[in-house]
């Protein structure tokens, strides 16, 4: 049960990522956050799992985080319920739609994986963590298993999801709650210019860039981004 030092936090994962992604930080702030992980395997548009999370948000009004595709479903939330959002974070996302090579690169994805899921894992994992860190059991390994949990019919369902997404940049200056936009320096798939991006279109914003980290930065360097998410839930007490 959440006591009222502890602000309600809606947590939402990426591309077949589970609540594994962010079990660290829901464990470590456990004493400030009553922390929830959203499910988004449950629509195959933006809109519609925007629309679920919220019919399945943990308050009338909580804290709300995003890594990559969870940070292009948080932004929607945004425009759906903007009132019900306290403090919002974005992480390892854009803001931008997908370029027409992107899109071309996410249908071969989606071709592979009818043929061979495995493969398709063995393609995104380099691009998700960082290069020191394929090898490692507590990030590159989460991320396998993760990704096989979530299986093939969810990733397809949720490509179809990112392929439709609009171009949200033209709504970042509607954000009017405080806002924490974080990315790791390297993150080759949601580069550092595209965090900049995203910070300078909400007013106010705070830019958070971590070292040594890829796409996946709460598995990757865990006790930054729990720190940083930290002084972020802080700054709604003041």
Same mark, same amino acid.
Request: proline content about 6%; glycine content about 6%; overall charge neutral.
């Given at each position: ?17 589970? +609540? ?58 945004? =425009? ?56 490692? +059991? ?67 914003? =705070? ?32």
């Amino acid at each position: 049960m959440t006591t009222p030092s502890r602000l309600p936090l809606l947590l939402l994962p990426g591309l077949i990522n589970d +609540a594994r992604l962010w079990l660290s930080q829901v464990s470590q702030l456990s004493d400030i956050a009553d922390a929830k992980v959203g499910d988004l395997t449950v629509a195959d548009s933006i809109p519609d799992l925007a629309a679920a999370v919220l019919a399945q948000a943990p308050a009338e009004r909580f804290a709300l985080a995003g890594l990559s595709m969870g940070g292009y479903v948080a932004m929607e939330i945004m =425009r759906q319920a903007p009132e019900r959002v306290i403090v919002l974070a974005l992480l390892d996302t854009s803001a931008r739609a997908d370029t027409p090579e992107a899109m071309e690169g996410r249908r071969k994805l989606m071709e592979l994986a009818e043929m061979d899921f495995p493969a398709v894992i063995a393609t995104l994992l380099p691009k998700m963590v960082h290069p020191s860190q394929v090898d490692d +059991a507590a990030v590159g390994g989460v991320f396998k298993a993760m990704a096989f949990s979530v299986g093939k019919r969810a990733f397809l369902s949720q490509q179809r999801a990112i392929l439709g997404r609009i171009d949200s940049r033209p709504s970042l200056a509607k954000i009017a709650c405080p806002s924490l936009v974080l990315c790791g320096r390297e993150d080759v798939l949601t580069p550092v210019a595209v965090h900049e991006e995203i910070a300078a279109g909400i007013a106010g914003s =705070r830019l958070v860039v971590i070292e040594e980290c890829g796409h996946l930065s709460t598995l990757g360097q865990p006790r930054q981004v729990t720190l940083a998410l930290r002084q972020w839930l802080l700054s709604t007490r003041h």
